[in-house]
């Protein structure tokens, strides 16, 4: 496989190592991916279900067992957990009125988000070139990974976080596995705005999602998602959307899969913002003439972004899946969140903006009865405590939740008795 830095704007090219953010006319860059001879694809889904039998790390990884479509690295140059090994999971019909619905839990990646699937390709490609360090802006996610990946590559971390509006599970993380954490006096877009500016002045990678490189790790889950289902592309595919990382990988996957003749049929993507960080959902309302920023504020911080990075490119995947973008409001969520712990599987706040965008659409009829639908989970329940318990103690005025605080109750046999006796009785 060819690969080549292109620009989405301009259609410049550059190595694939060049390295690069943006291209000089300040578009954004893909890594486009152009077959040579040598690529047989026909018998390539045989291929990647058969890595799952052997035990290198390569071919154990979610990520590397696709590397045909990721990137050609020698074993050795990777660094892996391996991660990507992330279960499907059916879900009930009473939570979404369809006749097939499933969650694909991302958060089951070795640091608990699907940040690790680009992460192990941005870690050992700067590896690769030969870089110290390392950085990113992250409401969280990004900075526990680029943390774990770094830590295990021997390379030096420094992230930026916004001050406070962090969830702890995260910040837990960073700080454990020793990354240089600097909470920047402003917002995720402001810190945003600072990494560029370093990076551009000195010798650090950069792995924000605007780094194109590892966006084809997440990729991966596109095609891990299609291969569970045994190739049955289904209807709709919902993920939360923030930086637009994702939605950007998403249509990329896509477009290639069909291209190299791996599937036929491409599903929709619905991709689900805050209500009070939505400037995706506000562009796609006046059909993508004008893109503002906003102020962002959600409960779901993971995606507290105003200004998202790959808006152009993210935009491209809308266009070509046929996709909807949808908004839910900070209760939608938590309630919708609810749900999903309460099967036993839970995620952190933004995942849930998934199921609660998946419900308004079906409300709508955008998402028909007889509808196919996959929904994303992108972190683990524990990312984000505070959310979870304040849900559950019913400090977050929300009139329909069912909140399931803890009893206090005295240590005598005969009172733990009584009360074992009514919980029975309730059942
Ligand atoms: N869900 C979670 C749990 C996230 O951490 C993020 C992004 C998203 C959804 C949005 O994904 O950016 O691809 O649209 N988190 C980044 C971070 C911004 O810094 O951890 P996207």
Redesign the pocket.
């Given at each position: 496989m060819k690969r080549i830095l292109k620009c989405v704007r301009c259609g410049r090219e550059y190595p694939v190592d060049a390295p690069r953010y943006r291209c000089n006319c300040g578009g954004l860059l893909d890594v486009a991916l152009k077959k040579e001879n040598s690529d047989d694809f026909s018998s390539i889904k045989d291929v990647w279900r058969k890595r799952r039998c052997s035990n290198k790390a390569i071919d154990q990884s979610g990520v590397w067992r696709f590397r045909e479509l990721v990137y050609d690295f020698n074993e050795d140059e990777i660094v892996t957990f391996p991660e990507g090994k992330t279960n499907l999971y059916k879900i009930p019909s009473a939570l979404l009125d369809v006749d097939s619905a499933f969650v694909k839990h991302?958060?089951e990646n070795p640091t608990g988000?699907?940040?690790d699937r680009g992460m192990t390709i941005g870690i050992s490609f700067a590896k690769k070139l030969g870089y110290k360090m390392v950085i990113?802006?992250?409401?969280?996610?990004?900075?526990?990974?680029l943390a774990a990946y770094a830590a295990r590559a021997g390379l030096k971390a420094v992230v930026f976080?916004p001050d406070g509006k962090i969830a702890f599970g995260?910040l837990s993380q960073a700080l454990a596995y020793g990354a240089k954490t600097l909470q920047i006096q402003g917002d995720?877009d402001d810190a945003m705005k600072a990494v560029q500016e370093i990076a551009a002045k000195h010798r650090i990678y950069l792995l924000?999602?605007l780094n194109p490189i590892r966006l084809e790790g997440?990729k991966t889950i596109m095609i891990h998602t299609l291969e569970q289902l045994g190739w049955n592309v289904p209807d709709w595919f919902v993920?939360?959307?923030?930086?637009?990382?994702?939605?950007?990988?998403f249509g990329k996957a896509l477009m290639e899969l069909k291209e190299f003749g791996i599937i036929e049929k491409v599903p929709h993507l619905a991709?689900i913002q805050a209500e009070n960080a939505n400037p995706f959902y506000r562009a796609y309302k006046n059909g993508f003439k004008e893109f503002e920023p906003v102020k962002a504020e959600t409960i779901?911080t993971?995606?507290r972004?105003g200004n998202?990075v790959?808006y152009e490119k993210?935009k491209r995947s809308i266009e070509f899946t046929k996709g909807v973008v949808e908004q839910v409001s900070d209760a939608e969520i938590m309630l919708a969140k609810s749900e999903i712990d309460k099967l036993g599987i839970g995620?952190?706040?933004?995942?849930a903006?998934s199921l609660a965008g998946a419900k308004k659409l079906r409300e709508k009829g955008i998402i028909k009865k007889g509808d196919s639908v996959v929904m994303?989970?992108?972190?683990n329940l524990l990312?984000d405590p505070g959310a979870t318990t304040d849900f559950n103690l019913g400090k977050l005025n929300i009139p329909e939740a069912m909140p399931n605080a803890p009893e206090k109750i005295g240590n005598s046999p005969e009172e733990i008795e009584k009360r074992i006796k009514e919980i029975l009785g309730e059942r």
């Open positions: 991302e958060g988000s699907f940040k990113c802006a992250s409401t969280g996610n990004t900075s526990a990974s976080i995260k995720f924000n999602s997440q993920l939360p959307g923030g930086n637009l990382g994702n939605t950007t990988a991709v779901a993971a995606i972004i998202p790959n993210a995620c952190e706040p933004a995942s903006a994303l989970l992108t972190g990312k």
